[in-house]
């Protein structure tokens, strides 16, 4: 059996949406994600923002209700019938999101095992054929065939196989 | 650079050694490591004892004030200049020890970046040519070369090479 393993942030969570909709209620601004379209999120971010903004990311509530992508529960549980599915978040990088990342998936997720659960930093630790991603530099770490999540920052990347929603993910797999 | 993956309770921690020193405070008893010998905690434990015992696992606190195992922090210091690291711990069985084991990671070795820790359930995943581990399941499961390190419940199992402390690990990988 095949191995994918999955990405949370920007894949199985809409961070950016979820951002933003904090971001201009905080700010009183109108950002949307065509803004963003070839950009990270704090190269849009006014200046005078960016300290408020970045303390978005330190917040454990802030992980703990975070929107799901669209299908993203549908497909992940039709891709574990002819996969072995392992989540794999790079929650190293934000410890505070440890417990808040747990239970987001036991609510959203409960099919999924806590046993295919990974917290990481650098996923070349990822033993598995497939990950779905959006970040440049952990698909770049990656050992096996990187599959590329499209986020409005990695829209110009070439260089991976790509999906642009869940429905991309079912008809990659699963035909 | 050849790469091995280190467990966390029972190989950099003395967990074993801290459960029985509480577990003996706590209920007035002597059981020592020699009493585990072939055996895992839990065969060994009076059985109106085990529920208490058992929930000294879900304390955050009890998982923050582990002893580390004797040399561990310089062999792995040392064994960083010759091979890539990686902390694989199978945290998942234990939520409430996420914010204890990184915390207790950054206290005691503070040398390894958080870039370089995994936070896993089914070791499967781990990508990596060695595992030091104590846990035959893990080590079953683990896809590289397996070392078992020596704990009370793991000393009848003879299917991989094994070191009895930091300094036979030193020997083995260092020479």
């Known amino acids: 059996m095949k191995r994918i393993a999955i990405d949370m942030d920007e894949v199985m969570a809409d961070t950016i949406s979820h951002f933003l909709e904090r971001y201009n209620a905080h700010f009183g601004m109108s ?7 070839g950009k990270h999120l704090f190269e849009v971010i006014q200046e005078d923002h960016k300290p408020l903004a970045r303390d978005y990311f330190q917040q ?65 630790i990822v033993a598995a054929d497939y990950l779905i991603d959006d970040n440049l530099r952990q698909l770049g770490n990656f050992r096996g065939e990187g599959i590329i ?27």
């Open 31 to 37: 950002l949307s994600t065509d803004d963003l379209y």
């Open 60 to 124: 454990e509530e802030f992980f703990r209700t975070i929107p799901v992508m669209p299908d993203s529960a549908e497909v992940i549980k039709a891709l574990m019938t002819q996969y072995e599915v392992f989540i794999t978040t790079a929650a190293m990088d934000v410890p505070c999101s440890f417990h808040a990342k747990f239970q987001w998936l036991q609510e959203h997720f409960p099919f999924i095992s806590p046993q295919q659960i990974v917290f990481c930093g650098d996923k070349s």
């Open 149 to 175: 999540y499209t986020a409005p920052h990695n829209v110009n990347e070439k260089r991976y196989r790509r999906v642009d929603n869940w429905r991309a993910v079912e008809r990659m797999f699963l035909g």
